[in-house]
């Protein structure tokens, strides 16, 4: 267990709708990480949020945004859902903003997304 | 652009065989190599990182190295309980933010 929690585990919807997928980090982490992973794409990063402020960002569609709030906790918003965006979400903690310590990221279990 | 790609996508040994997983990197100036392990359903789990070349680290049956362009990941004697999707991350700075750029894995297969 990584101490990184996702809520909900698996969600299925319809295309057009908006969902959010829910993020807590590891005690005392203050980054959080957003993650996309589908078979054919791999693992991709979508976002990064330190203490609340963005800090960086990957190939995040202009219909997903993120937020990080004052207890750390983060979501994902995904919007006018396609059937392209059914994958697994992944959330992932780490004590350090960038560049510092080893960068390892603590990883949750994820959230299994199906557009129908 | 930083790009990771690993090889082969699927391997499968028999228990005690040992063998190499095979990482190719691009990066504009590599600041890290990670090695993660992912079980199915669930996330990936950190298992190394490599800074330079000639670096090596290990854990259990498991010793990963790191040349200028690629990294190894060595499985000595595997058993079947290291079966898992093994990835490998380049820490890049490219579009001016720092991410981890990810290849698509390599799922290994250890049969009794």
């Known amino acids: 267990d990584s101490g990184v929690t996702q809520t909900p585990k698996h969600l299925i919807t319809a295309t057009g709708q908006r969902v959010t997928l829910r993020c807590s980090p590891r005690?005392?982490?203050?980054?959080v990480y957003w993650y996309q992973q589908s078979l054919d794409q791999g693992l991709q990063f979508l976002i990064q949020?330190?203490?609340?402020?963005e800090r960086a960002k990957g190939n995040i569609l202009e219909r997903f945004s993120a937020q990080q709030f004052p207890d750390l906790h983060s979501e994902l918003n995904l919007s006018s859902l396609e059937l392209g965006d059914s994958a697994l979400y992944f959330c992932?903690?780490?004590?350090w903003g960038s560049g510092s310590g080893d960068n390892e990221q603590f990883f949750g279990p994820g959230t299994r997304l199906t557009v129908l | 652009e930083d790009q990771v790609t690993q090889s082969p996508e699927a391997l499968r040994l028999q228990e005690g065989e040992s063998s190499s997983l095979n990482c190719s990197y691009t990066?504009?100036?590599?600041?890290?190599l990670f090695w993660y392990r992912q079980d199915p359903g669930k996330g990936p789990e950190f298992l190394f990182t490599?800074?330079?070349a000639g670096e090596e680290k290990e854990k259990e049956r498991l010793k990963a190295t790191l040349t200028k362009k690629e990294s190894f990941l060595h499985i000595t004697a595997p058993k079947p309980e290291d079966s898992a999707t093994y990835l490998c991350?380049?820490?890049?700075?490219?579009?001016?933010?720092?991410?981890?750029?990810f290849g698509k894995g390599t799922k290994l297969t250890v049969n009794p």
């Open positions: 992932a903690s780490s004590p």
């Open positions: 990066v504009s100036g590599l600041r890290g």
């Open positions: 490599l800074y330079s």
């Open positions: 991350a380049v820490r890049s700075t490219q579009g001016g933010s720092e991410k981890l750029v």
């Open positions: 005690s005392g982490d203050l980054s």
């Open positions: 949020y330190y203490n609340g402020e």
